[in-house]
């Protein structure tokens, strides 16, 4: 099971840290992932970050401004988000898959979504 927190309102150039906790024992053999869907848009890829956390993943719109990260002790994966632009508002989700391919492709299980609001 996987818990999305962390969104809001926030003005054109700030900041927001997403969370998403997972439930179980095995959770650094997962990969994990963040997508986005905005109003009338098709669900994109984010980011993605393997089991130990050596390997990430962007993609290009948010290189540079957004972050991966995971803290396996605490089943918990981030997005930190700085520079938020107004076309970065959508739903955020979190996302997981079993093996080793840091891929946009493939995720088995899904969290409730989060929603990131950036106003101009």
């Known amino acids: 099971q996987l818990q999305a927190s962390g969104g809001g309102l926030v003005q054109a150039g700030g900041s927001l840290r997403l969370s998403c906790a997972a439930s179980g024992r095995t959770f650094s053999t997962y990969i994990m992932g963040w997508f986005r869907q905005a109003p009338g848009k098709e669900r994109e890829f984010v980011a993605a970050?393997?089991?130990?956390?050596?390997?990430?993943g962007h993609t290009d719109s948010v290189k540079g401004r957004f972050t991966i990260s995971r803290d396996n002790a605490k089943n918990t994966v981030y997005l930190q988000m700085n520079s938020l632009k107004p076309e970065d508002t959508a739903v955020y989700y979190c996302?997981?898959?079993?093996?080793?391919?840091?891929?946009?492709?493939?995720?088995?299980?899904w969290g409730q979504g989060t929603l990131v609001t950036v106003s101009s």
């Open positions: 996302a997981a898959k079993f093996g080793v391919e840091v891929t946009p492709y493939n995720y088995e299980y």
């Open positions: 970050i393997s089991g130990s956390g050596s390997i990430t």
